[in-house]
C-alpha cells in the first residue's frame, strides 16, 4: 500500500489524514485522501485540480513537477509527502 | 457615525472600535495569514466576510455572523473547468485572489484576479462565475496591473438600482451592466492608457483604473484613480474627463468618494509610477471639494519627514457621515480623521502591510 502523508502546516486549516491506499498514481493517492476530509483537496489542489503552485509533492524522494495531470507512478510500498514550498512563503 | 471598521492585513483582520474620540484595535481574526479584502456585516447585522490569500494554500473565504467572535469557511469561488484549448492564451483560468467584495439587494459579488466576477444568491455559501463578462471577446486583450493577471478591484452598485453595478479591472477598463450581470459593455471611455502604443491610448477594453468610487447620493457620479491620473464621471460612467488640478502628483492607488457630496473625493498621492512614495518624503491626502477643478493638500498629523508610506487601492475609506475616515499604508501605519481629513490622528504604527480598510 502507498502512504501519502501531509505537511503539519496544514493542520491548522483542517485535518489531515495519513493514508495507506492501495495507489497507482500521486492523484489516486490524494483522491484517497480527500474521500476521508474533502475540505483538504481545496488547500492542495486549485480550482482546476491542479498541484497549488507553492505546494510540492515528494514520491519516495523525489519531487514531482507535473502539477495537471498528477499521474505520476507510484510503486507498491511507496511513500508520498505533500510540504508546502517556501516559494509560497 | 460609525464606531467599527476592519482592517484587512498582509497578517490577519483587524476589528477596529471607535470609543469616544479615538479608534483602537479590539480583535483579531486569522492572525498571521494574508487577508485580501472583507465585505462588513449589511445593515450592521448581516455575514461578516473575510477573503484570505494563503500563500501555499490558495484563496479561501470566511464568513462570520456574530462579528468576527466565530468563523466558518464557506466554499470559495471556482472557476469551471477550463476548455480543452481554451483560446485566451497567457491568461490563468483559475481562481488567484478575491480583490473585492460588494452587495446590495440580497445578492453578493466577489471581483478577482484573473478578472473573473463572481455572483452569490445565497448569502455566500455558493458562487457562480458571471459568464456574460468572463466570455466577452475583449478580455483576451486584459492584462495585469501589478499582478500577473488582469483582476477586479472596484464594483460599485447603484444605491437604488440593484441591477446596475460598475466594475473596475486592471487592466481591462471599466464594464458596466444594467441587467443584474446578464450583459455588459465597456464603461471607460475617456479614460487614458500612456503605457500602451499611442494609437492605443484611448482603447478602453485596456485602461488601468486602480480604484473606482462612486457618489452614494448622487449615483451618476463617479471618481477613478488611475494608472495615469485622476479621472471623473458624472453620466452614470459612460463617459470619464480627465482631472489635471491636483498638485505635484497625480498618481496614486486610492480614491474615496464622499457619500452624500458630488463634488468631494480624497485621494492618496504618490510621486509616480516609477517612484511610487509620498512626495518629499511627506504624506498627504488629497482633497477635492468642487468636482476636482481645486484640491487641497492635507497634512496636519501626518509625518511630513523621512516618510515613505504607499496607500493601497483599499487603504482609504469613508464613512456615510462623509467627515470619518481611515488611510492605512502597505508599511502598516493606520490614521483615522474625524473632520473629514483636515486633521489626522494616528491609530496604530505596527500593523502588517495594509491591504483594505471598510466601515461597518
Known sequence: ?89 | MQDRAWVATRKGLFELRRRGAQWAIERTSFLGEPVSMLLPPQDGSGRLFAALNLGHFGVKLHGSDDAGQTWQELAAPAYPPQPEGEPVAGVAWKLVQIWSMAAAGGVLWAGTLPGGLFRSGDNGSSWQLVESLWNQPGRAHWFGGGYDVPGIHSICVHPQRADELVVGISCGGAWASRDGGASWSLSSHGMRAAYMPPDQAGDPNIQDPHLIARCQAAPDVFWCQHHNGIFRSTDNAQSWHEITSAPDTSFGFAVAAHPNDPQTAWFAPAVADERRVPVDGALAVHRTRDGGRSFESLRSGLPQRDCYDLVYRHGLAVDADGKTLLLGSTTGNLWASADAGDSWNQVAANLPPIAALRFG
Not at chain 1, 36 to 58: E, I, K, S, T, W
Open chain 1, 1 to 89: 500500500m502507498a502512504r501519502i502523508v501531509f505537511t503539519q502546516q496544514l493542520r491548522r486549516f483542517t485535518e489531515t489524514p495519513q493514508v495507506d491506499a492501495p495507489a497507482a498514481t500521486l492523484r489516486a493517492a490524494l483522491e484517497a485522501a480527500f474521500a476521508l476530509n474533502p475540505r483538504l483537496r481545496g488547500y492542495v489542489l486549485d480550482d482546476q485540480d491542479h498541484m497549488r503552485a507553492n505546494v510540492v509533492a515528494f514520491i519516495d524522494g523525489r519531487r514531482c513537477s507535473d502539477r495537471v495531470r498528477l499521474d505520476d507512478a507510484l510503486k507498491v510500498d511507496s511513500e508520498v509527502h505533500v510540504m508546502q514550498a517556501l516559494s509560497g512563503g
